[in-house]
C-alpha cells in the first residue's frame, strides 16, 4: 500500500486530477501474492516502503498538497494530494498496531 501510495502522491503532482489505479489489495493476498514472504522480508519491505513514503512526502512543496486528485474511498471525489497523503497515514496508524500483535505473535518482537 504504501509503495502504490507513493506513486500515487506523485502522480497528483504530475497529472491535472488524474485517477489512480487501483491497489486491489485483497486480490494479491487471494491469489497468493504474498505466501511464502517470510516475517523477516516483510518487516524489511514494511520499512523500505515506509522510508520511500516519508520521502515522497517531505520533497512535496505547499503548491503540490494542494493539487487535485480523483479518489474512490470512502467515496468517489475529487480530493487534494494533502487528503489523499493524510488518508494513506490514517491507514498506516490503524494497521501498525496489526503488525505489531503479528510480529509478537511470531515471537520475532525487537523494539
Do not use: C
Not at 517470510?38 to 519491505?45: F, P, Q, R, T
Not at 471525489?77 to 496489526?98: F, N, P
Request: charged residues 25%; hydrophobic residues 40%; proline residues 6%.
Amino acid at each position: 500500500m504504501l509503495r502504490a501510495q507513493s506513486n500515487t502522491e506523485l502522480l497528483g503532482v504530475v497529472e491535472d486530477n488524474p485517477v489512480p489505479k487501483a491497489m486491489y489489495p485483497d486480490a494479491r493476498v487471494d491469489r497468493g501474492f504474498y505466501a511464502g514472504d517470510g516475517a523477516g522480508l516483510v518487516a524489511e519491505e514494511l520499512d523500505i516502503a515506509g522510508d520511500l513514503f516519508a520521502r515522497t512526502l517531505t520533497r512535496l512543496e505547499a503548491r503540490h498538497l494542494e493539487r487535485p486528485i480523483f479518489y474512490g474511498y470512502p467515496t468517489p471525489a475529487t480530493r487534494t494530494v494533502r487528503w489523499v497523503a493524510a488518508q494513506a497515514l490514517h491507514e498506516v496508524e490503524h494497521h501498525a498496531g496489526d503488525v505489531a500483535d503479528d510480529v509478537r505473535l511470531l515471537g520475532i518482537w525487537h523494539p
